[in-house]
């Protein structure tokens, strides 16, 4: 403590840090980047383990069996989605749901979407859900087992798996009398938006664009969710997904009982695709081990949900989806069956729950299944990274002072150097005349002028910077609030609302290029110049960045991860400069890291993996894929609350364009 409370001593640490600066800021730099990928290594993470000891009776012998023929059922259920293509039977889910003695209900709701995009009209949907009542308990606590229907026609893998399992399941434990919890069995209509209303309608919440009707039967608080994503058979293998809205994740205890009851019976389980290497500490492990951790990073970056599980994080209740991959031409396959045994033993461990997950970590980085990094773990490299970026506005800073200071003295000494001649001329003379007097007391009016022009050019510095932070900030309004005024705008050309907004939005990106012209001034002699005090301006906005940086990470790491990354080293070396080419070199990577490239980017990052004719066929592609997420992003603001575009709009952009203006400045 000594050392940080002697005023000596910080002036010392400041001053190397002032003076080092450039070789500090590689140094923290480089360290967090290769720091935090260490972390993947088995020996610098932590093994999983239970906090919670109330979910460990749940590891005992399973003892489901199908008390209905799941193939006759498939078969059944496959005969209803047949007869029309592009419905699902809610009514044969809800009838089953009633011969097996729940209490049985329907829940409508109307989505009104934003933006006018249906033209006004309210699209209906239905949800189906049943409750087995406990029968040791008052309906003061819940849990859920949801799966969502998808008609035979979708894009996305048949769930008719999930539904006759989870008909069997509720047939199972309907007989079973050790619950002491109610159990929902959730059949969700139109994906994430039909779960949304049923989370709305149970919580009495009011939307304005997911309008759901009354839910007429309740149970208690709901603890725990697990969401079924499994088809009507050949399942090889169980992935486990986890990322919810904004990058929230559920307890990790959860996960851990998920991977531990696949484990015991005998069940491959992966994340992300990817299965646990056979030798963590070898080199091919530790690859895999960053792979899988990349991977789930830039799942959690995207800041949507990986399924329906990820709408219940919000409302505090930990859930995951249990999704079911099948590979053909497999040897190996295990029945719908296994997997009842499975929720069975998931279920019996939520039923011992005396209160809600609280032990375990809610932050956190799994680089597999059996190994985590904590918080505590990432926490200090990621710090490092964002270090970088404080480092040099410290020693703008500690310049700027320094600058001052030299000014102050020079003008003292001017000063001082006038006092002198003044009274060595009063001693020659012995005495003041009227015109000496006259000349004094002008002297000293030029000293209090003196001091007013040193306050005014003190505060000229901060005022010549406001233009830059007004007009950056303005434009990332006119970001959030340009797909409002885009949808005014449509009719008249008469596209997709989808190119639409994607189109506007870009052109508002491009045109926020011009920023720096906007804001230029014309000089005398000269052609128009962009002039403010640009040290103060980056110290500033280093400032900034790194305090959304850290802000971000509290939610989603991983999201400031990359941020933090790429723009870091960009952002500490821009500086005005007369070399053209070094100017030029500066507004090209600038350009690389700007919002709209890094979106595209991504887009071809995400597209790699698949099929592609050609490199220009990735890049049609990576364009398509990125427009549909611009226009998702923004829909999932107003359905559920995302704040990744309102992020975008008011944070990264504005950010951008300071350190854009920057570039732009003109020095002498």
């Known amino acids: 403590?000594?050392?940080?409370?002697?005023?000596?001593?910080?002036?010392?640490?400041?001053?190397?840090?002032?003076?080092?600066?450039?070789?500090?800021?590689?140094?923290?730099?480089?360290?967090?980047?290769?720091?935090?990928?260490?972390?993947?290594?088995?020996?610098?993470?932590?093994?999983?383990?239970?906090?919670?000891?109330?979910?460990?009776?749940?590891?005992?012998?399973?003892?489901?069996?199908?008390?209905?023929?799941?193939?006759?059922?498939?078969?059944?259920?496959?005969?209803?989605?047949?007869?029309?293509?592009?419905?699902?039977?809610?009514?044969?889910?809800?009838?089953?749901?009633?011969?097996?003695?729940?209490?049985?209900?329907?829940?409508n709701y109307s989505i009104k979407y934003p933006l006018d995009i249906a033209k006004g009209q309210n699209i209906p949907g239905q949800n189906v859900y049943g409750i087995l009542r406990a029968k040791r308990s008052a309906s003061?606590?819940?849990?859920?087992?949801?799966?969502?229907?998808?008609?035979?026609?979708?894009?996305?893998?048949?769930?008719?798996?999930?539904?006759?399992?989870?008909?069997?399941?509720?047939?199972?434990?309907?007989r079973q009398t050790y619950w002491s919890k109610d159990i929902i069995f959730l059949v969700s209509d139109h994906e994430q938006i039909g779960l949304q209303a049923w989370l709305d309608g149970y919580h009495d919440i009011k939307s304005e664009y997911i309008v759901p009707s009354d839910v007429m039967g309740r149970s208690g608080a709901i603890q725990a969710a697990i969401n079924l994503e499994i088809p009507d058979g050949n399942i090889?293998?169980?992935?486990?997904?986890?990322?919810?809205?904004?990058?929230?994740?559920?307890?990790?205890?959860?996960?851990?009982?998920?991977?531990?009851?696949?484990?015991?019976?005998?069940?491959?389980?992966?994340?992300?695709?990817?299965?646990?290497?056979?030798?963590?500490?070898?080199?091919?492990?530790?690859?895999?081990?960053?792979?899988?951790?990349?991977?789930?990073?830039w799942s959690q970056a995207a800041g949507t949900p990986s399924g329906n599980h990820g709408l219940f994080h919000k409302y505090h209740i930990e859930a995951v989806t249990l999704q079911g991959i099948r590979r053909k031409n497999s040897n190996y396959a295990f029945p719908l069956e296994r997997t009842g045994r499975i929720l069975e033993g998931i279920f019996r461990s939520l039923n011992n729950l005396l209160e809600r997950f609280h032990q375990s970590f809610f932050f956190y980085i799994l680089p597999g299944t059996r190994n985590y990094i904590s918080i505590g773990m990432y926490m200090p490299p990621f710090g490092l990274i964002c270090a970088t970026g404080l480092i040099k506005a410290v020693a703008i800073w500690v310049t700027l002072k320094k600058d001052q200071e030299n000014e102050d003295k020079e003008k003292k000494k001017e000063k001082e150097k006038s006092e002198?001649?003044?009274?060595?001329?009063?001693?020659?003379?012995?005495?003041?005349?009227?015109?000496?007097?006259?000349?004094?007391?002008?002297?000293?009016?030029?000293?209090?002028?003196?001091?007013?022009?040193?306050?005014?050019?003190?505060?000229?510095?901060?005022?010549?910077?406001?233009?830059?932070?007004?007009?950056?900030?303005?434009?990332?309004?006119?970001?959030?609030?340009?797909?409002?005024?885009?949808?005014?705008?449509?009719?008249?050309?008469?596209?997709?609302?989808?190119?639409?907004?994607?189109?506007?939005?870009?052109?508002?990106?491009?045109?926020?290029?011009?920023?720096?012209?906007?804001?230029?001034?014309?000089?005398?002699?000269?052609?128009?110049?962009?002039?403010?005090?640009?040290?103060?301006?980056?110290?500033?906005?280093?400032?900034?960045?790194?305090?959304?940086?850290?802000?971000?990470?509290l939610m989603n790491i991983s999201l400031a991860f990359f941020l933090a990354v790429i723009l870091m080293p960009i952002t500490v070396i821009v500086q005005p400069t007369k070399i053209r080419l070094l100017l030029w070199i500066q507004k090209f990577f600038l350009l690389l890291v700007s919002p709209g490239v890094l979106l595209f980017i991504a887009a071809v990052i995400t597209s790699y993996g698949e099929k592609h004719a050609d490199f220009l066929d990735l890049l049609v592609n990576s364009w398509s894929f990125m427009k549909t997420n611009i226009f998702l992003t923004i829909i999932d603001k107003y359905f559920f609350g995302s704040w990744m575009f309102s992020l975008f709009s008011f944070v990264i952009l504005p950010n951008w364009l300071m350190f854009w203006s920057i570039a732009h400045c003109s020095i002498e």
């Open 420 to 553: 002198k001649e003044g009274e060595e001329d009063e001693d020659r003379e012995g005495k003041h005349t009227e015109e000496e007097l006259d000349k004094e007391v002008e002297e000293l009016r030029k000293t209090i002028m003196d001091e007013d022009v040193e306050e005014e050019a003190a505060a000229e510095g901060l005022i010549s910077i406001m233009p830059v932070i007004l007009i950056s900030l303005m434009m990332g309004v006119f970001s959030y609030t340009g797909p409002d005024f885009i949808t005014m705008s449509a009719p008249p050309f008469r596209i997709k609302m989808e190119d639409n907004i994607s189109f506007g939005l870009m052109a508002l990106y491009t045109a926020s290029l011009m920023v720096p012209r906007l804001i230029s001034r014309k000089q005398p002699g000269a052609g128009k110049k962009l002039i403010f005090d640009w040290q103060l301006l980056k110290c500033v906005t280093l400032l900034y960045q790194s305090l959304f940086l850290f802000s971000v990470s």
């Open 1 to 107: 403590m000594g050392l940080l409370t002697d005023p000596k001593r910080q002036k010392k640490i400041v001053e190397a840090i002032s003076k080092y600066n450039n070789w500090l800021c590689v140094l923290c730099y480089l360290s967090g980047v290769i720091g935090f990928l260490a972390l993947a290594y088995q020996p610098l993470n932590g093994a999983t383990y239970f906090s919670e000891n109330a979910l460990l009776p749940g590891l005992v012998t399973n003892e489901f069996y199908a008390e209905i023929n799941m193939n006759a059922l498939a078969s059944e259920l496959k005969e209803e989605f047949n007869k029309e293509k592009r419905k699902v039977p809610r009514e044969w889910i809800y009838n089953h749901l009633r011969e097996i003695g729940l209490d049985t209900y329907i829940q």
């Open 236 to 297: 090889r293998y169980f992935d486990i997904k986890i990322e919810g809205m904004n990058g929230q994740l559920p307890n990790l205890d959860l996960f851990n009982l998920v991977v531990k009851i696949c484990n015991q019976e005998g069940v491959d389980v992966s994340f992300h695709r990817n299965f646990d290497p056979m030798d963590p500490q070898s080199v091919d492990g530790y690859v895999q081990s960053v792979k899988t951790m990349l991977e789930m990073m």
């Open 140 to 174: 003061t606590e819940a849990v859920v087992l949801t799966t969502p229907m998808r008609p035979k026609d979708s894009d996305l893998p048949s769930t008719t798996g999930g539904i006759v399992l989870m008909l069997a399941m509720a047939k199972y434990f309907r």
